[in-house]
């Protein structure tokens, strides 16, 4: 299996996956098609602009059987595209048990030629108690091995449809089902497991019902998860199909999510809208202009007859779903991610609350390019905690001034970067030996001799409504304030202090650390 990142930006990033029918561009979205009926056809969908389609092997071997051995699942569902298989596991999820052995369903992947096989796996779905949810994590750990055992092994046990050359070349990418539901520990161990097995893409198992709930923190947090666990392969996310949750899954690392929402959803006259989903017969006007958006009028799409709807209204919601998809990894390109997740979290409380997520998260900070093209934008005090502004508070942590004798402290102006400006040239003019900063409430303490760095010179912030928020929503400017005297204990720190420095410095450990405090005014610098 080859997988090529060629951007990136929080963990989100655009890459190519190599499969036996060609390559998939990442992030992707893989609509599920069902193997017998199928409301909208998989050739339909390529025009649509979906490259992929998830099938269930397990309906493809009851129905099928031997028919798909022979013809192979492309000319089942009538398509060229890259097929992934699902295992059944979720029927098991739906209606119990099934009758089917993991060796079979494995094999049965292979000689119908899936791109992407999954073994069958248990899922722990939402609400399992932590030892019955470890029971299920076994028993999918035990199948995983045993179809990776089966897979690799030379002895043939595949049938005649079949012969080893050929299945060497449309070998298939094997997928590892992480389960464990929302118990990290599970989910920790689960991904850990399956990777030291050798499975080359991840997939993280149960989020259905965690969506269905809009518990986007939960969800979150087992992508999280699994994410740490394993850090470097491409991530898979079963049923995730909400056009609102795209950008936090793929800005938390999912590659490729697949979900029967467009469908389901239509089947419910259920319109999605880039923000969520409403009932047909309460939409007025269409926020939308596909080709299903501007043939009909909102009343004339609920004249039509029920079939006919749900294909039109199916259709209109694989176009929402792609248009978020194409949204977010254009902001991956132009290094917009955090912005656009966060514009996204004001659609509902509970996606703008499981963002606190991406506060300190080692794997967005990993992906966050060290340099970008354009400024980043810095609006509300959450955005203090980006990783650009973590980064840039960790360097000047480990700056040395030349000279400690004496520290000024001087407001950030419009102009970038700061020893470009007048204010530095006056400023040095008077005190030469001076290690002159400037402050950003959002990035920290900037020393002048780095203040054209990334994001240092390459930002823009709110100045006058930010002015609204309160100084203790910024603790990491007061963090960064205290390292920096504590650490290089000046002998002299002159603070040219605007209002928002003159509230922290009312910190009698901070004003202890402080030797002249300055009104910001024209005469400021005069006064030094
Ligand atoms: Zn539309």
């Given amino acids: 299996m080859s997988f090529e990142v060629r951007h990136s930006d929080l963990a989100g990033r655009i890459g190519k ?5 060609g390559i998939l561009e990442t992030p992707a979205f893989i609509p599920v098609v069902h193997p017998v009926r199928q409301s909208i056809s998989p050739r339909i969908l390529r025009m649509l602009g979906f490259d992929a389609v998830i099938t269930n092997a397990y309906l493809a071997w009851k129905h099928y059987g031997d028919e798909a051995r022979k013809r192979g699942i492309h000319k089942i569902i009538g398509s060229d595209c890259i097929v992934m298989t699902d295992s059944g596991g979720y029927q098991v999820l739906e209606y119990g048990k099934i009758n089917v052995e993991p060796k079979t369903i494995a094999c049965f992947e292979m000689e119908i030629e899936s791109d992407i096989a999954v073994p069958l796996d248990k899922p722990t779905g939402f609400g399992l108690e932590h030892a019955k949810a470890k029971e299920y994590v076994e028993d999918t750990l035990k199948n995983a091995k045993e179809t990776l055992e089966l897979v690799n092994s030379k002895d043939s046990i595949l049938s005649n449809a079949i012969n080893h050359e050929r299945y060497h070349k449309i070998r298939p990418i094997w997928v590892g089902p992480i389960q464990g539901g929302e118990h990290p520990d599970l989910v920790e161990y689960s991904a850990k497991s399956l990777d030291k097995m050798g499975y080359e893409l991840m997939a993280i198992g149960s989020p259905v019902e965690v969506m269905e709930r809009y518990e986007f923190s939960i969800l979150s947090e087992m992508i999280v998860s699994a994410k740490t666990s394993v850090p470097n392969k491409p991530f ?34 259920r319109y999605m809208h880039a923000n969520g989903t409403i009932k047909l017969q309460d939409l007025y006007y269409f926020p ?18 029920k079939k006919q709807r749900i294909i039109e209204l199916g259709m209109h919601n694989l176009n929402v779903i792609r248009a978020e998809v194409s949204a977010v990894k254009q902001a991956i390109i132009d290094g917009r991610l955090w912005e656009y997740v966060l514009e996204k979290g004001r659609a509902h409380p509970k996606l703008m609350d499981a963002l606190y997520i991406f506060k300190n998260l080692e794997i967005v900070k990993d992906g966050t390019p060290r340099f970008k093209k354009r400024a980043i934008f810095l609006f509300e005090p959450f955005d203090q905690y980006r990783p650009e502004a973590e980064r840039f508070r960790g360097m000047v942590s480990n700056f040395k001034p030349a000279n400690t004798k004496k520290l000024i402290l001087y407001p950030e102006v419009d102009i970038h970067p700061f020893y470009a400006t007048t204010q530095y040239r006056l400023i040095k003019k008077r005190l030469p030996d001076a290690q002159v900063c400037t402050y950003n409430r959002f990035l920290g ?16 912030s709110l100045k006058n409504y930010v002015l609204q928020s309160r100084v203790e929503d910024y603790p990491m400017f007061k963090i960064s304030l205290e390292m920096f005297l504590s650490r290089n204990s000046f002998k002299e720190v002159i603070v040219v202090a605007d209002e928002f420095i003159k509230e922290i410095i009312k910190d009698p450990n901070i004003k202890a650390l402080c030797t002249k405090i300055l009104d910001f005014n024209s005469n400021a610098i005069s006064n030094l």
């Fill in 17 to 21: 996956l190599v499969t036996p029918h």
């Fill in 236 to 269: 898979h996310l079963f049923g995730a199909g909400h056009p609102l949750t795209i950008p936090l899954i793929v800005a938390l690392g999912c590659d490729t999510f697949d979900s029967a929402s467009y469908i389901l959803y239509a089947k419910e006259d």
């Fill in 288 to 305: 939308c202009s596909c080709t299903v958006c501007s043939k009909f009028t909102t009343k004339e799409l609920l004249q039509l007859d």
């Fill in 445 to 460: 303490i900037i020393p002048a001799e780095i203040s054209d760095i990334f994001p240092a010179a390459h930002n823009l």
